[in-house]
């Protein structure tokens, strides 16, 4: 796995480079090297254009990008170079303007990690006309470590931020790629690594991984095998307006290789839900009113997950109040009446209903995030609750923040997250992350955006519950979960049009995609 770091991290190695004998001209170089050889792959793929535009600011990065143009010229490719010089007393504009005439491609190496404070001047009309030319033109933008003007630490834009088509990020991924506005400034972010040797303890903000780097191990199916034996999963959820949630996830978990897996829902739904299922078994609930689970659905609903190896639970269940009080009530909370008694706080100590028939190790999704928002402290009396599948909205909701917040630290606000609730955190997003109660966190650095579409969500959670019930530990399960869907996104993508897969798309992807694994 590759460390996510913070531009303090980045220095601190850099420095025990330096101390074994690296240079900043040699490490320059190498980066250059590096640079110029993604932009030539790109170039030959077609990515991207010649002329190249290059514009180097008076620090490292700059220094990068002029070492850059030499070997692009050198390799025959077409390049004017424009350094920007801190304190011009001249406005600087009629020689950009020069440089970027009829270039079709623009390399940015204005500012690096170190910018800690707005951009503000000439340098931001800078960054402002280069944005401009990108999007008056057909020119595309390459960024170099990080795109100027964006915090290499949080993401967040200082005054204002070139918006790039490509990232080439050196040494190690910088958490600003991945947080705040980050996804949206930096386009596709490249990964180079300059062959950095870190310490044994070094402690980054994240591990990156992709699909390729970590390996999902299935159950061998042998003779005699039964079908229990290959994850037993059943997953509970719809309602009158997402009656196909549920379906979404069981179906994502029997195409991912479960051997036997239940959708569980309001009985008002059967012949819609139904309709949908192949292999899948149902298990129609009692009703506090058509289409709407209650209070008086839970009896049932725990005997029914008590014969299973992991639920997944809230998948367009609804956020009616009597469905609230069922998820919590399902989860092990005690009753409506008693929760919202003045001055109430769950206890495990407390007696709970139907402690004969326990839930198995549970995955909440969707409106089951609504429902545990809804009350403080539920984390004390839902011990068998190991994951959690939010997207930044609903996160929001759980830690009482605002959305933007979220987004501007999602790494430190999953991690304190995971770490009070005592449970895994799957923040989704374009680069999805797993927060683990001891603090480390692993990211999925690829991003798939032709896969954001309603019911994708659902599939995640719904392979998460067939690992959790495999056996595999919280953590485990939903970064096997996260390999396995990046997996088939990229063979889905390759399948469908970019703009058109769909949830359904890589259900049927999975298949090929554990094949591949």
Not at 191 to 206: C, M, N, Q, R, V
Not at 242 to 266: I, K, S
């Amino acid at each position: 796995m590759i460390p996510v770091v913070t531009a303090d991290q980045m220095r601190s190695i850099e420095e025990l480079a330096f101390k074994s004998g690296e240079t900043v001209e040699s490490l320059s170089q190498r980066a250059a090297e590096s640079i110029a050889d993604e932009i030539l792959r790109l170039i030959r793929e077609e990515l991207l254009r010649p002329p190249v535009a290059v514009v180097a600011g008076p620090g490292n990065n700059g220094l990068d990008a002029i070492k850059t143009a030499n070997i692009l010229a050198n390799s025959g490719i077409s390049v004017k170079v424009f350094s920007w010089k801190r304190q011009e007393s001249n406005s600087q504009q009629a020689e950009l303007e020069d440089v970027l005439d009829e270039s079709r491609t623009i390399l940015d190496g204005i500012f690096g990690i170190g910018l800690s404070r707005n951009v503000e001047g000439e340098a931001a009309q800078i960054i402002e006309r280069l944005n401009s030319f990108r999007s008056e033109t057909d020119a595309r933008t390459v960024s170099i470590d990080i795109p100027s003007g964006l915090h290499s630490d949080n993401g967040k834009v200082m005054g204002v931020s070139i918006v790039a088509d490509y990232t080439v990020t050196l040494g190690y991924p910088k958490s600003g790629l991945y947080t705040g506005k980050g996804p949206e400034s930096a386009g596709v972010i490249v990964h180079k690594p300059l062959g950095f040797t870190i310490p044994e303890d070094f402690s980054p903000l994240a591990w990156g991984f992709t699909q390729n780097e970590y390996e999902v191990k299935f159950p061998e199916r042998k003779v005699g095998s039964h079908k229990n034996d290959n994850g037993r999963l059943i997953v509970l959820g719809g309602s009158l307006k997402y009656p196909g949630a549920p379906v979404l996830a069981a179906r994502a978990a029997a195409r991912a290789g479960a051997g036997y897996v239940t959708v569980a829902f309001p009985r008002s739904l059967y012949y819609t839900i139904t309709s949908h299922l192949n292999q899948e078994t149902v298990w129609p609930l009692p009703e506090a009113e058509p289409f709407t689970l209650g209070p008086a659905s839970v009896e049932e609903a725990r005997e029914a997950a008590s014969t299973y190896k992991a639920l997944v639970v809230g998948n367009g269940v609804g956020r009616e109040e009597a469905t609230i009080d069922f998820v919590l009530e399902l989860l092990g909370l005690p009753g409506p009446e008693q929760r919202r008694a003045i001055g109430f706080r769950p206890s495990p100590n407390l007696p709970k209903k139907n402690d004969k028939h326990q839930i198995p190790p549970t995955v909440v999704d969707g409106d089951g995030l609504f429902a545990l928002a809804s009350q403080d402290s539920w984390w004390v009396s839902t011990p068998q609750v190991q994951i959690l599948t939010p997207h930044p909205g609903e996160m929001a909701r759980l830690v009482n923040k605002s959305v933007s917040e979220v987004e501007s630290d999602r790494f430190g606000m999953s991690v304190s997250s995971s770490k009070e609730w005592g449970k895994v955190v799957l923040l989704k997003g374009a680069y999805p992350l797993i927060a683990k109660p001891d603090g480390k966190v692993y990211l999925l650095i690829e991003s798939h955006p032709e896969v954001s579409s309603a019911g994708t969500g659902d599939v995640l959670a719904g392979l998460c519950g067939f690992f959790l019930s495999l056996g595999y530990p919280a953590a485990d399960a939903a970064q096997a979960a996260l390999v396995l869907g990046s997996r088939a996104a990229s063979i889905a993508s390759e399948t469908v049009s970019k703009n058109c897969v769909g949830a359904t798309d890589l259900i049927d992807a999975l298949p090929a995609a554990r094949m591949s694994l």
